[in-house]
């Protein structure tokens, strides 16, 4: 368990949630986008759970301040992410799908999909796909790639419960979207820059 954590209660575990998703994605042929209508009330269900805090694995979050794991299998991965009031996180991508929902506080949540041709290193345009306040049960799925861009930004010290398939790239590209460009980094190194508070330095 992460953190000294209790074990997990009696009710919907994150290991049942995720039997259950694999169930939906195999009645769509693995096509998360096409499962979505099956897999958020599951997620929604997992996310009435009141113990997400305490059970899991320790995770050395991406973007955020903390997190953990709780379900991971090489295929599925169930994760919570912790992000300090005002976090915005930059415009990225993921060379997955992933699904972000709000566990607890509120997130301002924007995704994009890439409109150019992909031809030239660097540069992107980009167009808003979904621009919205995700609330406690609120969830968005992100589809694979090159569809998998977006950013957010925490209302309130925020947890979020993310889901994603297989691992995120080690190398993102991080988008300036006014400025129709994007610069390749790992993953780990914009979090890592932030100071003490979770701000950047």
């Given at each position: 368990?992460?953190r000294?954590a209790?074990?997990?209660?009696?009710?919907?575990?994150p290991?049942?949630?995720?039997r259950?998703v694999?169930?939906a994605l195999?009645?769509?042929?693995?096509?998360m986008?096409?499962?979505?209508?099956?897999?958020?009330?599951?997620l929604?269900?997992l996310?009435?759970?009141d113990?997400?805090?305490q059970?899991g694995?320790?995770?050395?979050?991406?973007?955020?301040?903390d997190?953990?794991?709780?379900?991971?299998?090489g295929?599925?991965?169930?994760?919570?992410?912790?992000?300090?009031?005002?976090?915005?996180?930059p415009?990225?991508?993921h060379?997955?799908?992933?699904?972000?929902?709000?566990?607890?506080g509120?997130?301002?949540?924007?995704?994009y999909?890439?409109v150019?041709?992909?031809?030239?290193e660097?540069?992107?345009?980009?167009?808003?796909?979904?621009?919205?306040?995700?609330?406690?049960?609120?969830?968005?799925?992100?589809?694979?790639?090159?569809?998998?861009i977006?950013?957010?930004q925490?209302?309130?010290?925020?947890w979020?419960?993310?889901?994603?398939?297989?691992?995120f790239?080690?190398?993102?590209?991080?988008?300036?979207?006014?400025?129709?460009?994007?610069?390749?980094?790992?993953?780990?190194?914009?979090?890592?820059?932030?100071?003490a508070?979770?701000?950047?330095?």
């Amino acid at each position: 368990m992460g953190r000294g954590a209790k074990p997990p209660s009696a009710g919907y575990s994150p290991g049942r949630c995720a039997r259950d998703v694999y169930d939906a994605l195999e009645a769509h042929e693995g096509n998360m986008p096409a499962a979505q209508h099956e897999v958020i009330p599951l997620l929604r269900r997992l996310g009435q759970e009141d113990d997400l805090l305490q059970i899991g694995l320790p995770r050395e979050s991406n973007h955020g301040v903390d997190g953990s794991w709780l379900y991971w299998d090489g295929e599925i991965g169930i994760f919570t992410a912790k992000f300090p009031d005002g976090l915005a996180v930059p415009v990225h991508d993921h060379g997955t799908w992933e699904i972000v929902g709000v566990y607890e506080g509120e997130l301002d949540y924007r995704s994009y999909r890439q409109v150019d041709d992909s031809s030239t290193e660097g540069y992107a345009e980009l167009e808003v796909v979904e621009d919205r306040v995700l609330r406690p049960g609120d969830f968005s799925v992100l589809p694979p790639p090159p569809d998998d861009i977006h950013g957010f930004q925490a209302r309130g010290g925020m947890w979020m419960i993310g889901v994603i398939h297989g691992a995120f790239a080690e190398e993102r590209r991080y988008f300036d979207v006014e400025r129709r460009s994007y610069v390749r980094r790992h993953q780990k190194a914009w979090r890592r820059s932030l100071g003490a508070r979770g701000q950047p330095r």
